[in-house]
């Protein structure tokens, strides 16, 4: 019966020849029946189906690691992922659902408090709770129902909360350090349900325990049609709207979403003099950039900018060439702004065209190029920019007229390198060079030392046997990174340029202070670019995070991992049992840490020991809690693992297909990885449209239901299998072939 079947529908086939010896139907399968059906490893199904399972706890570690995953790093709040994320782990029970989130933003901002992390690093995390998840909420105000309510949700979780990282008012006197600042964060949050509507504000005091020491914001709750139609009106009213994006308040969602949509609109229109205010505002305030990535993704921002660059039209009336220049570079700058602090590649840009001018900047504009290599057209180019920086003649309309800024900022490195070889010939003056290049000092021009600066970068390198070349660099470095005056808009752009280019600089300049130890001329320019440095992991020094973890007793930063891995089991253990814990120190980056430096393999290895270390021990309540630790470090975002690197749940998978094998030396070891991968895969199947078919399975499978579980009803798996029949097969009369033969 299971042999004809096979030959038109391979997955009944596997079902039943399962249930045929789960219930010992057959003292053993033919011989000849593994080729019948297409290779299917029914031993390895068999063992699979073996592996019992608990219910799967949802503990407040595990979305502890997840949001702090999305938030680690650069903001990777996707709504629609999290909520795939919520709806799968909890299952339809919405009330915890909101009230775990709701502590589990809060308990992340009390680690970057504990970490004692950056300003920065806080007042973003600040900002998700207070103008971020409010807004998230009211996705699910709407499906929680009498008598629960969303404010029953915010009071159980307030209760919940960390009392030593957010004190009441009366306490935050008697308390030192950001403490204080965190205070505030609890009735921030209230003020901003109270906003969103999701509780009435009479309600506020009695869940803060405390008098409130604000109000609702005057302006009241914001609309984005309505910001966007005061903007077009008045378009000074977009400045504002930027510095309000980090006030406390919950409008900030409203007001990303209006400035988005008045930069599409800007792109669209060419209205190139607006948006050089937009993009001068936010680089003057970079940080805002962090918060308007909580509501939209870097792309969003980014591909309206990139295409108007690409198709830069100059207007019919345009008589001066300086504001052309000024508008492209001022947009220029704001992407390469967004590029650097969010860490993004040309494809996460969104730019595929080789062509285009965006990618041949991000590409090849810092690197210079022989004389020969150029047109006769970039050679007249660069006669002229030499001619205007050097010479009596001076930088004037004619020549960029002549020059497009998009030309002149692919030619720049070229200028600089063949002005820093004419110096070394001999035939241009040191105080000649250092002289011309205060030009570029000029609002105008300043975007493209974005580019400059990082070519020098590269030639500092190159500069190991050459004293010559170093005493020209120096000088020329000088007065481009620490001029000794400028206007108050050129300070904020060479600021923002300087945060650009300041890590590979830095890099560059430490390496020349090695090779000439006596110079004098170096530590001043490292220590200005430290203070443009952006830490991207929002606390101290990445390097010293990484060797302590590596100099942790025996393997490093597996040992740190497990360590980890068992303080969050730890703590959820505590909190079961009625003792009130701080959340323990995270930092997702040693996650990310591991994979990139000792693989996806052993860092899995690492994971599933410590699940194994609880089985052995059999806790079975502790084993599912490190077990839902682990599956969410598994499932949550990596914000820069490339598609060319393995995944853990790319070794998951890997290994779970080979239990079978694993189950003859390591039983134990074999049952978490089926474990692991059962729960793994239901996160991941959920994106599927094949019930059972996830993170690379393939056909030919016993279906597993919404849990990851195996299928217990064979009427199931014959309803599902009967619903994927193809209409081919009803043609071809296969399937009444198919259903005589079980008759």
Known sequence: MVANLSHTNIQLASALSYWQKHYQMQDALPQDSMELLGGVDLGAL??????????????????????????????????MMVMNFLNIRYKGNVPTLVTDLILAAFDILANAMYRTESSQSITILRCFLVNKLPAFLNNYAAIIFPPLSIEMCISQALLRVDPAAFPSFSQMFDLLGKNGMLSEARQEFLFACALQQLIPEGSIEALLGDVPMQSLPASGRYVKDDLVANCTANPARIEELVGELENME???????????????????????????????????????????????????????????LDHWQEHEDQVENQPVYDEFGSVLLLISAIKHR?????????????????????????????????????????????????????????????????????????????????????????????????????????????????????????????????????????ILIKPPSMSADSAAIHSAVLSVVAEP????????????????????????????????????????????????????????????????????????????????????????????????????????DEVLRQYNNEHVPHAEVVLDVVVTMIVAPQPDLTSQRLTLG???????????????????????????????????????????????????MVLSNAEGLPTTDIDDVLAHTEERINSGEFLAGTMDEGLMSIG
Request: contains cysteine; glycine residues 6%; aromatic residues 6%.
């Open 250 to 308: 919950g409008n900030a969602g409203e007001i990303a979403g209006a400035l988005i949509e008045i930069i599409t609109a800007l792109c669209s229109n060419n209205d190139t003099m607006t948006l050089k205010c937009i993009c001068n505002c936010l680089i003057r305030k970079s940080t805002t950039l962090d918060v308007v990535t909580l509501f939209c993704s870097p792309q969003t921002i980014l591909q309206p900018l990139c295409q108007l």
């Open 505 to 608: 600089l830095d890099e560059a300049l430490t390496h020349a202070q090695r090779v000439y130890k006596l110079r004098v001329d170096i530590s001043p320019l490292t220590e200005t670019l430290k203070s443009h440095m952006q830490k991207h992991g929002r606390d101290a020094d990445a390097y010293t995070e990484l060797a302590a973890w590596a100099v942790t007793p025996s393997m490093g930063l597996q040992v740190a991992l497990g360590n980890l891995v068992r303080l969050l089991s730890q703590w959820c253990l505590a909190e079961q049992s009625g003792a009130a814990a701080s959340p323990p120190s995270y930092t997702h980056r040693l996650l990310r840490s591991c994979v990139q430096l000792v693989g996806a393999k052993t860092t899995l290895k690492t994971l599933v």
């Open 342 to 478: 969010f860490a993004l590649d040309l494809a996460d840009v969104g730019i595929s065209a080789p062509e285009s001018f965006v990618s041949q900047y991000f590409i090849s504009a810092c690197e210079s190029r022989a004389i020969n290599k150029l047109t006769e057209h970039e050679n007249e180019l660069l006669g002229g920019w030499v001619r205007g920086l050097f010479e009596s003649e001076g930088i004037n309309d004619e020549l960029m007229s002549m020059c497009k800024p998009a030309e002149f900022h692919l030619l720049v490195s070229t200028l600089f390198d063949q002005s820093i070889k004419a110096c070394q010939a001999g035939v241009l003056g040191l105080d000649t060079l250092t002289g011309g290049l205060e030009y570029l000092r000029e609002p105008f021009l300043l975007p493209s030392l974005a580019a400059g600066l990082t070519w020098f970068a590269n030639k500092l390198w190159e500069s190991k046997d050459s004293s010559l070349l170093i005493d020209i660099l120096m000088p020329a470095l000088s």
């Open 46 to 79: 068999s063992f699979q189906e073996s592996v019992l399972d608990n219910e799967p706890m949802n503990t407040r570690a595990g979305l502890y690691v997840y949001l702090n995953a999305m938030l680690c790093e650069r903001p990777l709040f996707d709504d």
């Open 650 to 700: 790319d070794v998951l998978v890997t290994q779970f297909q080979t239990t079978n094998e694993l189950s003859k030396t390591d039983p134990d070891r074999a049952r978490v990885i089926v474990r692991l991968h059962r729960r793994v895969q239901s996160y991941f199947a959920a994106n599927s449209n094949d019930v059972g078919v996830g993170m690379g399975e393939g056909r030919g």
